[in-house]
């Protein structure tokens, strides 16, 4: 039923029933090509190679994204936004892998700027071959779920602490581009349940190679 309720909500995020999005700016259609997201975003500095702004991977995936680029070595392409603290909740949204994509992406929430692993309640980080791998705190086990070069991926992550309030329960998953399930699994987290109040999506400092799309960002209470 939670599953359900939460496809529905994806479909019909403009109707009065739906749950209020608690990232600011999140639309990014009103963005000039090339433009950084403004405030309360927070994005990696200028360094040669590296880019995070206003882009659209094709005509057929129209506008509204933000381009990740990172062909560093010494620098990371990020996206972050902190919110109010939330023990549950969830957080849905599109990536787009571009065809010469080939290095890892991450996808954290947490607490503070989510830059360490101790502020990392849950992880979901690509592996070399775009596998996705979710755990906390740099512990991780292989998902089902693939991001493939060429191809956008609608994902989602639901969190609740459990009823003893010592492990985090999760659901996550992808849905099509109507809101119907296509995969979702369920995992528990042996972590304290920190209230969750920071989004960090990051490539790696010590790869190069990462070219993404990120879209319809959405942190929604429970």
């Known amino acids: ?23 600011q700016n999140a639309d990014f259609s009103k963005l000039k090509p090339g433009a950084a997201p403004g ?11 590296v880019e995070v702004a206003a882009g659209s991977p094709d005509a057929a995936t129209g506008s509204g994204w933000v381009h990740l680029r990172d062909d560093s070595a010494e620098a990371g392409a990020t996206l972050r936004q902190s919110f109010n603290a939330m023990p549950s909740g969830s957080l849905s949204l599109k990536l787009h892998a571009a065809p010469t994509h080939h290095a890892p992406v991450g996808i954290y929430l947490g607490t503070g700027a989510v830059s360490s692993p101790e502020d990392r ?59 119907q399930l296509l995969t979702s699994q369920r995992l528990q987290l042996p972590v304290k349940p920190d209230p969750i109040s920071a989004l960090r999506i990051t490539t790696d400092k010590s790869a190069s190679g990462a070219d993404f799309y990120v879209t319809d960002l959405r942190v929604m209470s429970l």
């Open 1 to 23: 039923m939670k599953l359900l309720l939460l496809a529905l909500a994806l479909t019909s995020v403009s109707a009065l029933a739906a749950p209020k999005n608690q990232l």
């Open 39 to 49: 405030k309360p975003w927070h994005t990696s500095g200028p360094a040669e190679g």
């Open 121 to 179: 309640v849950i992880e979901l980080k690509t592996n070399g071959r775009g596998v996705f791998q979710i755990g906390s705190a740099g512990e991780r086990e292989a998902s089902p779920i693939t991001l493939v070069p060429g191809v956008t991926t609608w994902l989602f992550v639901q969190w609740k602490p459990n009823s003893a309030g010592d492990n985090l329960d999760v659901v996550y998953g992808t849905v099509d581009n109507n809101g």
